[in-house]
């Protein structure tokens, strides 16, 4: 498959035009309502399936299959990235106005380490092909290891990272605005917000560990894995405002999900062996999730929407008027040296 670097640069000039459009459209704070995020939602959806059109259509129908299914199966492995971020805000109690902001980085962040690990793997790939094999051992115990806790859940009030973040980095209890940063008796202290940034982003730098193996298993082509990540990203803060009140009904979700990396484990294990065809992959990895997240909706029938519940990572709450106002001047100094300059 032969990319010309413009198309490289299209892409990318995509993706920051369609993050300021983003950026711009949710520049107040407010709640996200479920028709709002089911219309952000369908059209990142839509502008994941034009793009992989376009693939099939430029570069042939296997480029296509491959690039279709590097994105369901990424887009698969992200409904369960939305469920961790759901227990992650309900345990730091963000306001909904607020968690949109914190999404927007972290996605942004994603987009920037999953770019790296990708140029990782594809360079460790050419260069060693053995790799895929590990990637492929990766993929099974990763699998396994997600069936076997399937019925557990996290826990951020547990997390060592959390622990080193308030040992390290002094923190207010209160939340002000949309602030990750504020001034407080002379002192830069950060917002609970910037600790629930440096847990999101370091969820899914962990999820990335699985995802990213998982589309090497359909394709090695940087450009298809790079871009099946990308447009599966872009989505998520929408399919999060969308079905994180719906997470108890996805009861099956990990189940679903631990045999498609144990499907496209043992397809890249057995690579030298038998040939699988892209469209059978495709197929099989549809099939699994559609199995999955149907029989998890008829088990769950009846239940509505329900806002998630959290052991909470410490006692948070909303800055108050006078607290607000104290922390102005800090932004004052800050407009007016920027003057001055």
């Known amino acids: 498959m032969d990319i ?13 035009a369609m993050l300021a459009v983003d950026l ?8 996200i309502g479920v028709r709002e995020a089911a219309a952000w939602s369908a059209f990142w959806v839509a502008t994941g399936v034009g793009f992989g059109v376009v693939v099939w259509w430029v570069w042939g ?8 299914a590097g994105y369901l199966i990424e887009k698969s492995l992200a409904v369960d990235n ?4 759901a227990i992650i805000f309900a345990a730091f109690a963000v306001p909904r106005e607020y968690q949109h902001r914190v999404l927007f980085l972290g996605v ?17 790939i050419e260069n060693f092909s053995w790799v895929l094999y590990v990637f492929a051992a990766l993929l099974v115990y990763t699998g396994w290891r997600m069936f076997r806790s399937r019925n557990e859940h996290v826990h951020p009030e547990r997390s060592r990272i959390l622990r080193l973040f308030r040992r390290f980095v002094p923190m207010t209890d209160a939340y002000y605005g949309q602030r990750f940063l ?28 699985d995802s990213i193996p998982a589309i090497f298993a359909v394709t090695t082509e940087p450009f298809l894995v790079f871009t099946a990540n990308a447009f599966a990203i872009l989505g998520l803060r929408a399919m999060y405002f969308l079905l994180a009140d719906l997470v108890h009904r996805f009861v099956y979700l990990k189940l679903g999900l631990s045999a498609v990396l144990i499907w496209v484990g043992v397809k890249m294990l057995l690579l030298d062996v038998v040939k699988i065809p892209t469209s059978v992959s495709l197929a099989v990895v549809a099939t699994i999730i559609a199995v999955a997240v149907a029989a998890s909706l008829r088990a769950t029938r009846g239940q509505g929407r329900r806002t998630v519940e959290a052991a909470p990572a410490g006692a948070f709450r909303i800055a108050d008027e006078a607290e607000m106002a104290q922390a102005q001047p800090l932004l004052r100094r800050r407009r007016e040296g920027a003057m001055r300059r």
């Open 24 to 31: 711009v459209a949710h520049r107040k704070a407010h709640v």
């Open 108 to 124: 942004l962040g994603a987009l920037l380490f999953r770019g790296l690990f990708i140029a990782a793997g594809s360079a460790l």
């Open 4 to 16: 010309p670097f413009w198309a490289w640069l299209a892409v990318l000039g995509a993706i920051i």
């Open 182 to 209: 504020i001034r407080r008796a002379g002192a830069v202290v950060a917002t609970p917000l910037l600790a629930v940034l440096v847990l999101v982003e370091l969820t899914d730098i962990v999820f990335a560990v």
């Open 61 to 68: 129908p296997e480029s296509g299959q491959q690039y279709f």
């Open 82 to 85: 939305v469920f961790v971020w």
